[in-house]
């Protein structure tokens, strides 16, 4: 069987690829265990500087949870360690880069939020989905620190999805690209990075994260209570059944 999360050396940069593109490489629970064993691997591996998170194929760096199986599951609140946050629930001290060549959908969009740097192509799209399938998005409460308010609802409360272009104009995006120039330029950034001074790396990596967690652990358990009646809600597990169902969903608002 084809391995689903890939883990490849290209010098001191270490590519995690989900490799799932018939599923829009969706997080389903082989996926997860996987990107946790990447994860862990990236940080013990001496010869690794630098992490490239990306997804196979053009049409999706990931559409998040996988809504079949979430429906199949019944899954409520997901736990924490659903999958690896980067400075959130796993401390990965070198840095991390999102090349994202297509959907960033929900947990794809947490995905790419939590790598210190994204790079994305030009037919990139961003989107918090969940409000389109009644789910809780508490992994989303750092945005305020990267875009401002209103964009912030408006990603949060519309859940369409916005252009690499504008992803870009709002701060989200380091750097947008042609799509055949993703891997390249991404590789090229990464080897800047590896080339730097590592200590003065993950010291500057550190900084931002404690000016960060001044206010963020706060925001964090506000956002979990705050979206814990929305995960145990009916319309929670209607979401993922209509979209497996291949139907439109029928909400109750409750």
Not at 36 to 55: C, I, P
Request: with cysteine.
């Amino acid at each position: 069987m084809a391995e689903v999360v890939t883990y490849e050396l290209e010098g001191p940069v270490a590519w995690v690829t989900i490799r799932r593109p018939e599923k829009r490489n969706a997080l389903n629970a082989e996926v997860r265990s996987k990107l946790w064993e990447a994860t862990h691997r990236f940080n013990a591996d001496a010869q690794a500087k630098v992490l490239v998170l990306t997804g196979e194929g053009t049409k999706a760096f990931s559409a998040g949870a996988d809504l079949q199986e979430m429906a199949a599951t019944q899954m409520v609140v997901p736990p924490l360690d659903f999958f690896p946050m980067f400075g959130r629930n796993v401390e990965v001290p070198k840095p991390t880069i999102a090349a994202v060549n297509g959907a960033a959908m929900a947990g794809g969009f947490a995905l790419a939020q939590y790598c210190d740097l994204c790079i994305a192509s030009t037919t990139a799209s961003f989107a918090i989905s969940e409000v389109t399938v009644g789910r809780g998005a508490p992994w989303a409460a750092p945005l305020l620190q990267l875009v401002p308010r209103r964009i912030a609802l408006e990603l949060l409360l519309l859940g369409r999805p916005m252009s690499a272009a504008r992803a870009y104009d709002v701060g989200l995006v380091n750097e947008v690209v042609e799509p055949g120039q993703l891997v390249e330029r991404t590789q090229a950034v990464a080897l800047q990075l590896a080339g730097n001074a590592p200590l003065s790396v993950q010291a500057g990596k550190a900084m931002v994260a404690a000016l960060d967690d001044t206010s963020s652990a706060a925001a964090f358990e506000l956002a979990e209570a705050l979206w814990d009646p929305v995960y145990r809600s009916s319309d929670a597990q209607e979401g993922p059944r209509a979209f497996a169902e291949q139907r439109a969903p029928r909400w109750s608002g409750r």
